[in-house]
């Protein structure tokens, strides 16, 4: 039983519109905080995907049971929209860093629009010296600010979708991109990539994420919203449920018994139901995500729900 005045734990998701300004561990400690302020029995928190701190939008934040899928979330793609500021590349590749190349050319609307199909597909891209890729076991910016020459290795990605959705200026010196990519995407390197196709040089001024796997922004609360709801104590008026990080998994029913077995981590075996992955519930409450391969269930992960 709850001791009084102490809120249960709260598993699921609650999704941030992080501002430009933070990183998405800040926002972490803003969520634990919360949770503290409203009382609320202490649970694991993670996040799903980092946003640089000159980002800002979607940032899914696990609570309880849905840290398990925290990783799930940095596989899945995601939506960007973006504006690539062309006559200088700075060494971040954003607003942030110093100048590196100066270029006096402008592309026409026409011209930009040309190169889009060539970033559009399966492609090979170099990610950004300052990321938080390692090599050989420390993160790259670390090895770019400390002076060192950082070689960072191609990569293949998939860009599903790339277009024009806006001019920031009625001259064509800053352009606003939608992208929709796959896990692994530098939207940093896109835009560079991008501008030296045209003939210039360019770098990221602007960048928002609109949708992080299941999630955009219509579901997304500001920290003030965060601090507001934890204040009143309902925070579970902004939660997400666990199963919402997993909308392309299918549900598969399962009996009590199948259920108590599944959560001793034990296979299930005689299950009608076609080979491949889904979410097992016993009355709409998830168990444990399994593998099926056509006769028996096999616990990929469980929740202790």
Same mark, same amino acid.
């Given at each position: 039983?709850?001791?009084?005045?102490?809120? #249960?734990?709260?598993?699921?998701?609650?999704?941030?519109?992080?501002?430009?300004?933070?990183?998405?561990?800040?926002?972490?400690?803003?969520? *634990?905080?919360?949770? &503290?302020?409203?009382?609320?029995?202490?649970?694991?928190?993670? @996040?799903?995907?980092?946003?640089? #701190?000159?980002?800002?939008?979607?940032?899914?934040?696990?609570?309880?049971?849905?840290?398990?899928?925290?990783?799930?979330?940095?596989?899945?793609?995601?939506?960007?929209?973006?504006?690539?500021?062309?006559?200088? +590349?700075?060494?971040?590749?954003?607003?942030?860093? +110093?100048?590196?190349?100066?270029?006096?050319?402008?592309?026409?609307?026409?011209?930009?629009?040309?190169?889009?199909?060539?970033?559009?597909?399966?492609?090979?891209?170099?990610? #950004?010296?300052?990321?938080?890729?390692?090599?050989?076991? *420390?993160?790259?910016?670390? &090895?770019? $600010?400390?002076?060192?020459?950082?070689?960072?290795?191609?990569?293949?990605?998939?860009?599903?979708?790339?277009?024009?959705?806006?001019?920031?200026?009625?001259?064509?010196?800053?352009?606003?991109?939608?992208? @929709?990519?796959?896990?692994?995407?530098?939207? $940093?390197?896109?835009?560079?990539?991008?501008?030296?196709?045209?003939?210039?040089?360019?770098?990221?001024?602007?960048?928002?994420?609109?949708?992080?796997?299941?999630?955009?922004?219509?579901?997304?609360?500001?920290?003030?919203?965060?601090?507001?709801?934890?204040?009143?104590?309902?925070? +579970?008026?902004?939660?997400?449920?666990?199963?919402?990080?997993?909308?392309?998994?299918?549900?598969?029913?399962?009996?009590?018994?199948?259920?108590?077995?599944? &959560?001793?981590?034990?296979?299930?075996?005689?299950?009608?139901?076609?080979?491949?992955?889904?979410?097992?519930?016993?009355?709409?409450?998830?168990?444990?995500?399994?593998?099926?391969?056509?006769?028996?269930?096999?616990?990929?992960?469980?929740?202790?729900?």
């Amino acid at each position: 039983m709850d001791e009084p005045g102490i809120k #249960p734990a709260l598993h699921g998701w609650l999704i941030l519109d992080k501002p430009v300004g933070i990183g998405s561990t800040p926002c972490v400690s803003a969520v *634990k905080r919360a949770l &503290r302020g409203g009382g609320y029995t202490k649970v694991k928190v993670g @996040h799903g995907g980092t946003l640089d #701190p000159l980002a800002s939008g979607v940032l899914p934040i696990a609570l309880g049971e849905a840290t398990k899928l925290a990783g799930r979330m940095l596989d899945s793609d995601k939506i960007y929209d973006f504006t690539i500021g062309f006559g200088t +590349e700075t060494d971040t590749l954003d607003a942030e860093g +110093e100048v590196t190349e100066r270029s006096g050319n402008r592309p026409s609307l026409a011209e930009l629009e040309a190169v889009l199909p060539q970033f559009t597909g399966p492609i090979e891209q170099i990610p #950004p010296k300052y990321s938080a890729l390692k090599i050989n076991g *420390k993160p790259a910016y670390a &090895r770019a $600010r400390a002076g060192e020459d950082v070689e960072m290795k191609t990569r293949a990605v998939t860009v599903h979708s790339l277009v024009c959705s806006g001019l920031r200026r009625s001259t064509v010196d800053e352009i606003i991109l939608t992208a @929709h990519v796959s896990k692994g995407t530098y939207i $940093r390197s896109l835009a560079r990539d991008i501008a030296r196709a045209l003939n210039t040089v360019g770098h990221v001024t602007m960048l928002r994420r609109s949708k992080a796997g299941p999630f955009t922004l219509k579901s997304a609360i500001s920290l003030d919203k965060l601090d507001e709801l934890a204040k009143s104590r309902c925070l +579970e008026q902004a939660l997400l449920p666990l199963a919402a990080g997993l909308d392309d998994i299918p549900a598969l029913s399962v009996a009590p018994d199948q259920a108590r077995q599944l &959560r001793m981590g034990q296979r299930v075996i005689g299950v009608s139901a076609t080979a491949g992955l889904y979410l097992a519930t016993d009355q709409s409450v998830p168990v444990a995500l399994v593998e099926c391969d056509g006769i028996e269930l096999k616990v990929v992960r469980g929740f202790n729900l």
